[in-house]
């Protein structure tokens, strides 16, 4: 079953489903047993584990912390160089 057909079977858009999938979006409760009710399985099936969840997160907290610090870095202005001892 492709994104965009889950999609249309439980009402919500193909990103929302792509943002699903990568874990940046959250699901409503209503949402999920549709999936699971779409997908034929138990809904404990479609929930992941605390680790998971966590790694999920360490990962995604990682990429904003290292995107942040590119666009600060960006931002500052050119200063004088420091000179080699």
Aim: glycine residues 4%; hydrophobic residues 40%.
């Amino acid at each position: 079953m492709t994104q965009a057909e889950l999609a249309k079977r439980i009402g919500v858009s193909r990103t929302s489903i792509a943002n699903l999938e990568r874990g940046t979006q959250g699901i409503q409760l209503h949402d999920l047993y549709d999936v699971a009710a779409v997908l034929s399985v138990d809904i404990h099936h479609l929930i992941p584990s605390h680790q998971t969840r966590f790694k999920v997160l360490e990962a995604v907290a990682e990429k904003d912390i290292l995107d942040w610090l590119q666009r600060a870095t960006d931002s500052l202005p050119a200063g004088p160089r420091r000179r080699k001892r």
